[in-house]
């Protein structure tokens, strides 16, 4: 793989190890000047078979297409690394909500969520493979400055997002499990990551296996739970649920959007496109379908597994609410049970299935946050060195990932209770949902692009398909903001209510109109040269000297002249200015 996937497989599981693809040592990092990421600068290394910072797999190249256990066992990993984020207590709150107010209906939205997310990662992977570099790396050379710099604010501002619900969701487990206050919690979450990032130093097997075992305990807490639920009687209305799409009345759009946005992570997006890049092996085109098939599949075991915890939520929320036999006759109960379900649904499971049950959902609850402590921090870690090319400390990464989602979260439970703690959890599902568009759309645009992905090309039903899934992203956002805008009451007549209304239009005007020029926007860059040496197997991703110039030659007739090679030559920074194939046009910021 690149000198650029190297240094970030080394980053992200063993500082300072050496890695390689089994086909040739791998270069050091990037000069500053920027650039395709094949600098030949910097000390080159010999593969070591120990490297705990990345898998090889051999008999990648040995025309064998048959499905092999052992080769699928060996990229399984970065799609358990990946799920947690279709697991995280975000989830788990929007499951509840779901369950104890809409039953079994809204099954649908998380089978249909998983399986778009699915393509999704399946995308990930597509680009990392084709490129050698995960989507924030190539996000970097495709955007103006002002729109790159744009883009990572977003980014990370999703990822604050989705530690909120990992911060919260942990402090409310600690004080399930052993009384201590939430306020308290939120304090102890702080060194809780920064232990579990010492994880990192086993190396990537034993991290994996870490958050697999993590993933188990949830997997065995809530099936357990379904299991002490007992009886069959619910099975065609589970299976009704799952099939028919119903939406039981306007105020159930919310709880599905919600659903759809504790799924469909963006920053998920950066994060598996850079795992993928910790399976080494020889290149070549075979070599690289046939990575394709075994990351996929992996992949959909995973979210196979993600998939069966959530319909397990729904449903053990959903019967524990019908079943439950306290006495609430102004329904205040059940209002306290949906506002704050994670804090008032573990005394629902316990009147229904007994002390048992409370004990398991702190327990998921538990393994949740920290599982996504863990992945949240190695996203922010690829975001940031793609977009901005800054390696910071994982630690100190995870101090200033944390504090961003602490000082919320503590500031909410300080000034307004506990009970007020959650809502930020559907806050943040819906700020993830809004940002989806920012990631989906330039990885649908690269994946559609014969000139990033080469034979890696989406075929045109499945581009078409992922096109239409951007835009009814997008259709969402703007009726989910007028039915919260509608909701509120704050539009009126009255001076603050035009006023809030004009301010309003303004934000989401902004809105459609910047995912509209992203999506118009054609690519701009050229990575075929790049792509066809990675299919050809051509020296691994090692080029000296030759190769360099030989890419800059090539890259020179394809935009047509000689007379472009000297200063395409003479540079990285000039090799740059002639991988683009189209004028970028103007950016409406």
């Not at 995960?134 to 990572?152: I, N, S, T």
């Not at 080469?454 to 899934?469: A, N, S, W, Y």
Request: glycine share 10%; with cysteine.
């Amino acid at each position: 793989m690149s000198s650029n996937s190297g240094e970030i497989a080394r980053e992200l599981f063993a500082a300072g190890a050496e890695r390689s693809d089994g086909n040739g040592p791998a270069t050091g990092g990037r000069g500053p000047t920027g650039g395709t990421g094949d600098s030949t600068t910097g000390t080159k290394s010999a593969p070591k078979p120990g490297d705990h910072g990345s898998v090889h797999i051999h008999g990648m190249d040995d025309g064998d297409d048959t499905f092999s256990v052992r080769k699928f066992l060996a990229f399984c990993g970065p799609g358990f690394l990946m799920c947690i984020g279709y697991v995280d207590p975000g989830n788990f709150e929007s499951d509840l909500q779901a369950g104890v107010l809409y039953g079994y209906s809204l099954l649908w939205v998380l089978l249909w969520a998983t399986v778009a997310g699915l393509f999704v990662q399946a995308m990930c992977v597509r680009l990392a493979l084709a490129t050698g570099w995960h989507l924030a790396r190539v996000m970097r050379d495709e955007y103006p400055p002002r729109v790159r710099y744009l883009l990572w604010i977003a980014t990370e501002l999703a990822i604050v997002a989705s530690d909120i619900p990992e911060v919260i969701g942990t402090a409310l487990a600690l004080k399930l499990i052993f009384g201590l206050p939430t306020a308290w919690g939120v304090g102890v979450t702080s060194l809780s990551a920064l232990l579990f990032l010492g994880l990192q130093s086993f190396g990537i097997r034993k991290l994996e296996a870490f958050i697999g075992a993590l993933v188990a305990v949830m997997s065995i807490c809530f099936v357990a739970q379904m299991a002490l639920l007992g009886g069959r009687r619910d099975g065609g209305d589970v299976l009704v649920g799952i099939i028919v799409p119903t939406i039981p009345n306007p105020n159930a759009v919310f709880i599905a959007i919600s659903l759809l946005g504790a799924v469909v992570m963006p920053h998920n997006l950066f994060l598996h496109s850079a795992l993928v890049l910790s399976r080494t092996f020889s290149l070549g085109e075979r070599a690289l379908k046939s990575a394709y098939k075994y990351n996929v599949a992996e992949c959909a075991l995973a979210l196979l597994v993600t998939l069966v915890i959530n319909f397990a939520v729904v449903i053990v929320a959903a019967r524990s609410i019908r079943d439950v036999s306290f006495d609430d006759p102004t329904g205040t109960r059940k209002r306290a049970i949906v506002d704050r379900p994670l804090q008032n649904a573990p005394e629902m499971l316990k009147d229904v299935l007994g002390v048992a049950a409370k004990g398991m959902f702190a327990a998921a609850l538990l393994a949740s946050g920290q599982s996504s402590t863990i992945t949240g921090t190695y996203a922010g870690q690829f975001v940031m060195e793609g977009f901005l090319e800054i390696r910071i400390n994982p630690v100190l990464r995870a101090f200033l990932t944390r504090s961003a989602a602490i000082v919320p979260s503590l500031l909410v439970i300080l000034v307004a209770g506990d009970e007020y703690a959650e809502f930020l959890i559907i806050v943040s599902s819906v700020i993830l949902f809004v940002q989806l568009p920012f990631a989906l759309i330039p990885l649908v645009k690269f994946c559609g692009d014969p000139a990033i992905v080469g034979k890696l090309v989406l075929g045109p039903k499945t581009l078409f398909t992922m096109r239409v899934l951007c835009g009814g992203v997008v259709f969402a956002n703007v009726v989910l903001l007028i039915q919260m805008i509608h909701e509120s009451g704050t539009v009126n007549g009255t001076v603050g209510g035009v006023f809030l209304g004009v301010f309003v239009t303004l934000i989401a005007v902004t809105y459609v109109a910047s995912v509209v020029w992203l999506a118009k926007r054609p690519v701009a860059q050229n990575l075929r040269a790049r792509v066809e040496r990675r299919m050809r197997g051509d020296g691994g991703d090692e080029y000296d000297d030759e190769n360099e110039n030989a890419v800059d030659r090539e890259l020179a007739d394809s935009v047509g002249g000689e007379e472009m090679l000297a200063g395409v030559v003479g540079g990285t920074a000039e090799r740059n200015a002639y991988q683009f194939r189209v004028g970028t046009p103007p950016s409406p910021l």
